[in-house]
Antibody, heavy 118, light 107 residues
Framework: QVQLVESGGRVVRPGGSLRLSCAAS????????MHWVRQPPGKGLEWVAF????????YYGDSVKGRFTISRDNSKDTLYLQMNSLRVDDTAVYFC???????????WGQGTLVFVSS | DIQMTQSPSSLSASVGDRVTITCRAS??????LCWYQQKPGKAPKRLIF???GLQGGVPSRFSGSGSGTQFTLTINNLQPEDFATYYC?????????FGGGTKVEMK
């Protein structure tokens, strides 16, 4: 079955950097686009970024554009999110999620918490 | 960006009730809309895709309807395990956008 396992979340100071990873299994990772979605504590879902199946195309939400970079290594079945210039309002659980090429997001990981605080 | 307005933001209901949640898009998204259920501390789970398609393994008491700008999620015969927060998601246009969520609480 599809499994997505995020890692890398921790406490970080404002202005700092962090790289999240998402290990995928149970499906042909190289055939699917992938997303990052975040959820601040007690709040709703916010879409963050998307990468096409081969990494040739990326798209970002306005709140992270220029600071975050989504990438993937299809040889390792792993998705990444490089987060720079972190702000307090980036504090959230970050989910990686699988795209279904026309039918939205189907599967989600369990999430990893990023806490930005001085 | 397409804004997704979801209502109500919360509701109280009893086991056996019928519940209706709506999402309105600020511009047409065809049928490129999904509904998700999320329980505390858990990842969202997809219930509906393509506005009205039932995800495999999801009980038939869940149904979705609509296209363009108006969408509805209906839960018939509400069960104890259905108390959760529900979100719509439009994936017609990037950036993808979620509704604000509807918390379904026990009356």
């Amino acid at each position: 079955q599809v499994q997505l396992v995020e890692s890398g979340g921790r406490v970080v100071r404002p202005g700092g950097s962090l790289r999240l990873s998402c290990a995928a299994s149970g499906f042909p990772f190289r055939n699917y686009g992938m997303h990052w979605v975040r959820q601040p504590p007690g709040k709703g879902l916010e879409w963050v970024a998307f990468t096409l199946y081969d990494g040739s195309y990326q798209y970002y939400g306005d709140s992270v554009k220029g600071r975050f970079t989504i990438s993937r290594d299809n040889s390792k079945d792993t998705l990444y999110l490089q987060m720079n210039s972190l702000r307090v309002d980036d504090t959230a659980v970050y989910f990686c999620a699988k795209d279904t090429s026309g039918y939205g997001i189907d599967y989600w990981g369990q999430g990893t918490l990023v806490f930005v605080s001085s | 960006d397409i804004q997704m307005t979801q209502s109500p933001s919360s509701l109280s209901a009893s086991v056996g009730d019928r519940v209706t949640i709506t999402c309105r898009a600020s511009q047409g998204v065809r049928s490129d809309l999904c509904w998700y259920q999320q329980k505390p501390g858990k990842a969202p789970k997809r219930l509906i895709f393509g506005a009205s398609g039932l995800q495999g393994g999801v009980p038939s008491r869940f149904s979705g309807s609509g296209s363009g700008t108006q969408f509805t999620l209906t839960i018939n015969n509400l069960q104890p395990e259905d108390f959760a927060t529900y979100y719509c998601l439009q994936h017609n246009t990037k950036p993808l956008t979620f509704g604000g969520g509807t918390k379904v609480e026990m009356k």
